[in-house]
């Protein structure tokens, strides 16, 4: 068995594609210009590889290029799209609706806004972590001017019905924002299918470099005014302003081709593993998945180990790399958020781990993360036996 660390966290973060560093590596040493410098050849060489970025990343999900923004990430994009509504349109309504498995940034964006005097309605989720179309309609009023639902779950995986949310949304004139930052680069992503008038991306969850995302915003059909957060300068189109980071904008758009590209082979490998993984800690006796049985991310296997501290259990395998949750939530002492939201007790939560595969990730890494995993969770039970009122074995 060898020695190297097992890594299987990937909705957390993911290592740079070396395809990707390659791609970048010229924009720091050889087209280093500001991509604002429009009176000299550098300037001109990195504004042109934004521009040819900018489409690359637009194409991907179906918008114009005119329409991307960059960021310095999802949370910043999140950010700009949830305020940036609420304050241009506070005139019109200050009523949000968002979703109670959100990412941190969406739900904590909302409750700054709620100290501020927005409304916010947070909706419910079933046992299977998605929300009901018909549940959000129930939650529209003449004063919403924004609902915001991810994607994907970065937890769970949970797929939402985002094309039925944003087609109730359009009838309705609300503003809809789509977090689909785990799910860029897993599955498709088409902004016009969903009817998304914003859409929050990030670079580090699909082999990009940290510290660059973006953020579309539709122009027309309707037209989206955002309320800027950054000023000094007035780039991108006036809503972000801030020097641009051209080697990581660039890294971006490579990173983005290249999962397009490799996505219908890439999700059968990843959901072959997946499946492999989880039949193997199946063996384990009380445990169950957690998520959709089918509407789910094909890299992400939430399990609950009954009777153990996962926290525990990840310190005592450190050669496997895996997850309590969201990774900035982690550190919180309390419990998932998400966790909750599906039904699972606070006690039982505590066995939760996230497991998520990725490009690198080999089926050889998969028989050993079992094997790892399997004694791990024995060692815990001994030190903290099982009791009755622990979870049974099922996939949920």
């Known amino acids: 068995m060898s020695e190297a660390r ?43 590889g934004v521009e040819s970025a900018r489409a690359t990343i637009a194409a ?134 969903l009817s998304a008038d914003l859409m929050s991306l990030s670079a580090h969850k699909l082999y990009g470099p940290k510290g660059v995302g973006a953020l579309y915003v539709r122009r027309r059909d309707p037209r989206v005014r955002l309320a800027p957060m950054i000023h000094g300068g007035g780039h991108e189109r006036g809503l972000r302003s801030g020097t641009l980071n051209v080697p990581g904008i660039i890294g971006f758009a490579t990173a983005v081709e290249i999962a397009i590209a490799e996505l219908p082979t890439e999700q059968v490998r990843i959901q072959d593993l997946a499946q492999r993984l989880w039949r193997g ?6 445990v169950r998945r957690l998520g959709h049985p089918e509407q789910r991310l094909a890299n992400t296997v939430n399990v609950l180990f009954a009777g153990i501290d996962a926290k525990r259990l990840l310190m005592d395998v450190p050669r496997v790399a895996a997850s309590l949750g ?25 066995g939760a781990v996230r497991f998520s595969l990725g490009r690198f990730t080999t089926a050889a890494e998969i028989d050993e993360a079992i094997l790892i995993i399997a004694d791990g969770v024995r060692a815990c039970r001994i030190r903290r036996p099982l009791s009755a009122s622990n979870p049974v074995s099922q996939e949920v």
């Open 6 to 48: 097992i890594y299987l966290d990937h909705n957390a973060t993911t290592p740079v594609d070396p395809r990707v560093l390659a791609a970048m590596l010229p924009w720091f040493t050889e087209h280093y210009g500001n991509a604002a410098s429009a009176t000299h050849g550098l300037g001109c060489d990195a504004a042109g």
């Open 60 to 193: 991907a999900i179906n918008a114009q290029a005119k329409d991307v923004i960059f960021t310095s990430g999802a949370t910043e994009a999140i950010n700009l799209a949830i305020q940036g509504v609420a304050r241009h349109e506070r005139e019109r309504g200050r009523h949000l609706v968002t979703v109670e498995t959100e990412h941190r940034a969406v739900l904590e964006t909302c409750e700054v806004l709620q100290a501020e005097g927005w409304d916010v309605t947070i909706v419910g989720v079933d046992r299977h972590g998605c929300v009901d179309p018909a549940a959000i309609a129930a939650a529209l009023r003449p004063d919403t001017v924004l609902v915001s639902v991810m994607l994907a779950n970065n937890e769970i995986g949970t797929l939402h019905d985002v094309a039925a949310i944003g087609k109730l949304t359009r009838e309705r004139g609300v503003f809809l924002h789509v977090d689909a930052a785990q799910a860029l680069g897993k599955i498709p992503v088409d902004a016009e299918a």
């Open 281 to 286: 800690l199946e063996m384990v006796r009380e």
């Open 326 to 350: 969201a990774a900035c939530t982690s550190v919180m002492p309390k419990p998932s958020h998400v966790l909750r939201a599906i039904g699972v007790d606070w006690r039982a939560a505590e």
